[in-house]
């Protein structure tokens, strides 16, 4: 305060006071953001002793981003627009607002940058498709549909497949106001992704099976065309594929998708003509049914070639057939035609850039996508590949397993195999094997997760992680390791005693299947090491009589794990005689 009492301050104690350097306050006097009350006779400006409580008011405003303009029109104002009718300054309410505006803008601006940057980061682009990127990501929603719209139209050209490109076309992008970096990313991707051959040649394929097996009776609409697994359809909107909801389901190709409803534009159904309500609602129990028996038997430990997989297809098919009512030449019951329609079906939707599609679609759009089922679709697909026709199944198969001759069985097995797992040298590794083109390698890799497997049965925790490496740099360690790892769950859990699966297959039988894979495998180690085959011969008889009892009336088919059998010379090992039943020539 200057010492002659009248109360004003210099620019240097107004300084000291508020923290503002003496600089910015001189700046914004200047910009008459902050006119002083007074000058001295030397003209040094004096301010008043509301100035500190003015100047906090402008430096916030500043902070906030707000224009020197703006928070003139503020400081300045005289009355509310509300009140004077002229349209004055506006209030600090008002500007806020505006400021706000604008900051949301820039925001919007900061994550296109920032999810385009990402982008480029992530995809290892080149310089010159920065600009290309930057530019798909400022398209506006019609130019984004127009982009998919021409890749729809570009794919199907040609196909007579009207409601599939209707549905596809109904399914276009369309970003929120305030997309997330993610939705902007899954929108450069997806538009990088509908330049791919790949995609538009799947696309293309499903449109041909629609067009194939399009309804029969009436025009087909988008109901009656293929879903495949992760493809979303609107609830409500039977005539679209877009928009999925928090609980849609992965659908089959050829089944309608759940939970639409006729919508007003629907056609009255003629006399006979399926109920496409009724028939979404039996396609989402498929679905599910599905999504779970698979589960369970892989959980369950069902290899899809064995005898235990065959009720488990016969419900599915049993289910899955009315859903087929109003296509072209339906099938009414279970037989090889339908199970390879089926099998058909479902190869359709194993296009993983087709899912990846549909899941890059859900992004952008900010829907859930449906939960994946490749665990059951692809457990599915094998069994049917094994089974593609019905046959009684024996349940002799599941019975007369003695749970302490199966543990027997697997201890000795796995002693005699794994001194041959202790011989094989690094530079064997790359050999040949009889067993499926495998290596070495692969076949030790094969049955290390036999054994894990069977050991996260047994924790009911069953893995899904079938192609990692189970082997590690250790070979001999990574096997012995597995094999003391299921002794102890066999054990401990009661595995043994215990039934698994929807049709309760024994567990003991599971251990059992492990020790025929595992005494076969050792057959096709020893053959591709040099290394005698007759293993385990207190266990081998018995090994053999129970793979002849569990697989003895599965078809030896494409899906199956075992070739025809070949004939054994004689006096043959049991050993080599259970290589001879499961394909191999022991010869």
């Not at 009140?83 to 604008?102: F, H, I, R, V, Y």
């Not at 449109?207 to 493809?231: C, I, L, M, N």
């Amino acid at each position: 305060m200057n010492e002659d009492g009248t109360g004003l301050l210099t620019i240097g104690e107004l300084a000291r006071l508020t923290g503002v350097p003496v600089k910015t306050i001189r700046n914004w006097s200047d910009q008459d953001l902050l006119p002083p009350a007074a000058r001295t006779p030397a003209g040094y400006r004096l301010y008043g002793p509301d100035a500190p409580a003015r100047l906090e008011i402008v430096r916030s405003l500043r902070e906030l981003g707000i224009g020197l303009a703006a928070v003139r029109s503020v400081l300045h104002r005289e009355l509310p627009h509300s009140l004077n009718g002229m349209g004055g300054p506006p209030s600090l309410a008002e500007t806020a607002a505006q400021w706000a505006d604008a900051l949301d803008a820039q925001i919007r601006t900061l994550r296109l940058q920032s999810a385009v940057l990402r982008s480029v980061a992530a995809r290892g682009s080149a310089a010159e498709e920065l600009p290309y990127m930057t530019e798909l990501a400022r398209l506006s929603a019609r130019e984004r549909r127009r982009i998919i719209t021409d890749f729809v139209e570009d794919a199907l050209d040609g196909v007579d497949a009207p409601a599939y490109r209707s549905g596809l076309l109904a399914a276009a992008p369309d970003l929120p106001d305030d997309p997330t970096p993610e939705q902007i990313g899954a929108w450069i991707e997806l538009a990088a992704l509908v330049r791919e051959p790949e995609l538009r040649a799947a696309l293309r394929r499903l449109a041909e099976y629609s067009a194939r097996t399009a309804r029969a009776v009436g025009e087909p609409d988008a109901q009656g065309e293929p879903h495949a697994p992760g493809k979303p359809h609107a609830p409500g909107k039977p005539h679209a594929v877009a928009e999925p909801d928090a609980t849609s389901e992965p659908y089959v190709p050829g089944v309608p998708a759940a939970k639409g409803e006729p919508d007003a534009t629907t056609e009255p159904r003629t006399a006979g003509e399926p109920d496409p309500a009724a028939q979404e609602q039996a396609a989402a129990r498929v679905a599910e049914l599905m999504r779970v028996r698979g589960e369970a038997a892989v959980a369950a430990g069902i290899a899809p070639d064995s005898p235990a997989a065959e009720p488990v297809i016969a419900e599915l098919v049993a289910a899955w057939l009315p859903t087929q009512t109003g296509t072209a030449d339906p099938p009414t019951e279970d037989n090889p035609a339908a199970r390879d329609r089926l099998l058909e079906q479902l190869e359709k939707a194993a296009e993983p850039v087709v899912e990846r599609y549909w899941q890059l679609l859900c992004t952008v759009t900010g829907r859930p996508a449906p939960p994946r089922w490749g665990t059951a679709g692809a457990w599915t697909t094998a069994a049917l590949r094994a089974h593609p026709r019905p046959y009684g199944l024996d349940r002799s198969a599941f019975e007369g397993t003695d749970p302490d001759r199966v543990l027997r069985a697997y201890e000795q097995v796995t002693r005699d195999v794994a001194a041959l797992v202790a011989a094989v040298r690094p530079e064997d590794l790359a050999l040949p094997t009889p067993c499926a083109g495998w290596s070495v390698r692969e076949l030790l890799d094969h049955m290390v997760w036999e054994n894990l497997m069977a050991t996260s049965i047994a924790e009911d925790a069953p893995r899904a992680d079938h192609t990692a490496d189970h082997l590690g740099d250790d070979h001999r360690a990574a096997f012995d390791d597995s094999v003391r790892a299921a002794l102890a769950a066999f054990t401990d859990s009661g595995m043994l005693r215990r039934t698994y699966g929807p049709y309760e297959a024994p567990g003991a039988m599971i251990v059992q299947q492990v020790v025929v894979e595992l005494l076969a495998h050792g057959w096709d180690l020893a053959r591709a090491t040099g290394a005698p085959t007759g293993l385990a011969p207190e266990a081998a008889e018995e090994t053999l009589a129970a793979a002849h009892r569990i697989y003895g009336a599965a078809p030896r088919t494409e899906g199956s794990s075992f070739a025809p059998e070949r004939p054994a010379p004689p006096g043959a090992s049991a050993a080599d005689r259970l290589a001879a039943f499961l394909g191999r020539d022991p010869a």
